[in-house]
């Protein structure tokens, strides 16, 4: 899920609620529900969508319910969040706050599926297994579709909710139910342990002679500002000690997004002072973010997206477009125009709150509308970026290739 992390800790909260007659204290689980809705109404990017939804009023109203444990304080917090009607405004209860956290420094406790939706049934699919996963020892190929977890249905669990059943404690057992492209299923026990996400991945590709370096970011976690720069310091000087690359695939395919400011400090050195995006918060007052002068990696460039790309992803996309840095080619982008931040709860749950809209550096709001490539590239999209059947891979060393020839590179 595409978060910008701010982990904020709750102060002690209000304490007590002023009603008629003598204040009465809250407890414990009550005064949960107090600081969620507290860290709402200072941070929720609409103020004026609190107020339409009476948000004092709610407060009032969510309290009068029987609030007496854990469980039934996040009830009463995930009814008092669902009229803002923002999916990405919402309560993470303690194992999903914790995985959502994990995920943001580049491992996670699980199996090392990278799961999808496929486009033509909503069925849910293995992009791929994850090197040294779990996942990837079961020999589990691309394109699986995956149908249980344990005994329940993925189909019935949704993405969001599979991908948390095969999270858990390392050493723990998962039994998943796959079927091939044949029909035929098979059942997988697996072992879960501590999976490194592999952020970053680099290669080199040649092409009629030329020299091209692929890199592929699946998300933007902590140590992706880092592993980029080396990556492209890397790519600066080719195997034989040559000049380097002669131009450069970045591919954002599937990255939904991450850290924003990961995002950002990549854009940054592929950008040499340009703008990179604009940020609207809840006074309405615009930021402009800006590249510093200079650019880790200065040569040509080509920049694949999907249906998969998504925020911060898609932020990076469109300062490279904007900017005429980069040709994106592939298909529409997913479309998220907001930020969130992530607020800790303390008792172990968080809050994701939208907090900023952003805009592409000319303006473009993407919200629900994405981001059109300037070349679409042959559909059907392959279902495994960067495996040995990605067509469009294929696709973008050709036309990156092309540009190399018509700027006059032999």
Not at 65 to 70: A, E, M, V
Not at 263 to 275: H, R, S, T
């Amino acid at each position: 899920m595409a978060v910008l992390l701010s982990l904020l800790l709750t102060c002690s909260g209000l304490g007590m609620l002023a009603a008629p007659g003598p204040a009465l204290a809250l407890t414990d689980a009550q005064q949960l529900v107090v600081d969620a809705w507290r860290l709402v109404n200072q941070s929720y990017v609409d103020p004026d969508q609190l107020e339409r939804l009476h948000w004092r009023q709610r407060r009032q109203q969510t309290l009068e319910r029987p609030i007496t444990n854990s469980l039934e304080a996040y009830d009463a917090i995930e009814s008092l969040l669902a009229p803002l009607a923002d999916p990405y405004t919402r309560l993470l209860r303690p194992d999903d706050y914790q995985a959502l956290r994990a995920n943001t420094k580049g491992t996670v406790c699980g199996v090392g599926l990278q799961l999808s939706l496929r486009g033509d049934d909503q069925h849910i699919v293995v992009i791929a297994a994850l090197d040294g996963s779990p996942a990837a020892d079961a020999a589990i190929p691309p394109g699986s579709e995956l149908v249980q977890v344990d005994n329940d249905s993925a189909a019935s669990l949704g993405l969001d909710r599979t991908a948390a059943r095969l999270r858990g404690p390392a050493g723990s057992d998962v039994i998943v139910t796959l079927r091939g492209s044949n029909g035929s299923e098979r059942e997988v026990v697996l072992t879960r342990r501590e999976v490194d996400l592999q952020p970053v991945r680099l290669r080199q590709l040649r092409w009629h002679g030329h020299d091209l370096g692929y890199l592929r970011i699946t998300q933007f976690s902590e140590p992706v500002p880092q592993q980029v720069r080396d990556a492209l310091a890397t790519l600066a000087t080719s195997p034989g000690g040559g000049a380097g690359v002669d131009g450069l695939i970045l591919d954002l395919r599937n990255n939904s997004g991450g850290l924003v400011s990961a995002g950002l400090a990549v854009a940054n050195g592929l950008l040499d002072g340009d703008p990179i995006v604009e940020t609207q918060d809840r006074e309405g007052l615009n930021a402009r973010q800006q590249a510093s002068p200079g650019q880790l990696y200065a040569g040509p460039l080509i920049t694949l997206v999907n249906g998969g790309t998504a925020s911060a992803s898609e932020i990076l996309a469109g300062a490279l477009q904007d900017n005429g840095r980069s040709l994106l080619v592939g298909d529409r982008t997913f479309g998220k125009g907001l930020i969130q931040t992530l607020l800790s709860l303390g008792d172990g749950s968080g809050l994701a709150v939208t907090v900023a809209r952003y805009l592409t550096p000319e303006g473009r709001d993407i919200q629900h509308q994405g981001i059109e490539p300037d070349r679409a590239l042959t559909p059907p999209e392959p279902l495994s970026p960067g495996g040995s059947d990605d067509r469009w891979l294929v696709e973008a060393e050709q036309i990156l290739g092309e540009q190399l020839e018509a700027a006059g590179q032999p």
